[in-house]
């Protein structure tokens, strides 16, 4: 059976979406990477450190509270994400974790940043855009099918932009990895940029990610199980099947690998 897609201006709900990603899972061709433009490897900050890729996340996120009061932690609560919230509580971290609400998530995510907040109660969680929803007029319902680039730009990017603006961090704890698509293939612990962005998990492996979540009983994001290995907007994501990555889910067919938020012209 294959996916149907919906009429032009029909809205699809997440159920009836997630029903018919999983659908198509068969016949579509495996998404390989990379399925955009590659930029650049990311740079090492010159303040940092030379860890060793065997280093310890512990280590590096303790280095960055120490060197980066400041820090704040942007989040979808994926898999890396969910890990890193708790090696970074495990690592001092007492600041916030913030998430945008692009109107779009699956209900699944939003319950999983709640279980979060009630079990880390010493961080700070903060929605942006709460309670968005694809007819608030923030965009056309369904901008996400005409231009994935530019529904990202206003719904993701746009509002932790403003945010950070206001804040002023010096730096962010990110939960990017190498293994997660070869566009992040070279990202170091700590890089340079416009705020440094500190990777603790940069040389995790997902069944090294896998390990410590259930060792630790995390929280994980169901949809996680059902082969949703990188999850987004319900729109813009799918299950992975063997043989792709870990994001090859998100945008699949549409020449696009990232939100925008770390690459492109905007990314933070």
């Not at 609400?101 to 903060?126: I, N, S």
């Not at 169901?222 to 099947?241: E, N």
């Amino acid at each position: 059976m294959t996916a149907t897609h919906p009429a032009p201006g029909e809205v699809l709900t997440p159920e009836q979406a997630r029903s018919e990603q999983a659908q198509g899972q068969a016949t579509d061709a495996l998404t390989t990477e990379p399925r955009a433009p590659r930029e650049a490897g990311g740079v090492t900050d010159a303040s940092a450190p030379a860890f060793a890729p065997g280093t310890d996340p512990l280590e590096v996120i303790r280095w960055a509270l120490a060197a980066h009061p400041d820090v704040l932690m942007p989040s979808a609560f994926n898999l890396n994400g969910v890990v890193l919230l708790d090696l970074a509580v495990r690592a001092g971290y007492r600041g916030e974790v913030v998430f945008v609400d692009t109107g779009y998530h699956f209900p699944e995510t939003l319950q999983t940043r709640d279980r979060l907040a009630a079990r880390y109660p010493e961080l700070t969680f903060v929605t942006l855009n709460a309670g968005a929803s694809p007819d608030d007029g923030q965009t056309d319902p369904v901008l996400y099918a005409a231009d994935p680039d530019a529904c990202c730009a206003v719904r993701k990017v746009a509002p932790l932009q403003r945010y950070l603006k206001d804040r002023a961090p010096s730096a962010l704890l990110n939960a990017r990895s190498r293994d997660q698509a070869s566009t992040r293939a070279d990202i170091p612990f700590v890089e340079a940029g416009a705020r440094v962005k500190v990777n603790p998990l940069a040389h995790w492996t997902r069944e090294r990610l896998e390990a410590y979540a259930a060792e630790h009983d995390l929280p994980v994001n169901p949809l996680y199980f059902d082969g949703f290995l990188s999850i987004g907007c319900w729109p813009c994501t799918r299950a992975v099947r063997p043989g792709e990555d870990a994001r090859a889910g998100r945008w699949a067919g549409k020449g696009k690998t990232e939100c925008g938020l770390w690459a492109g012209d905007g990314k933070l």
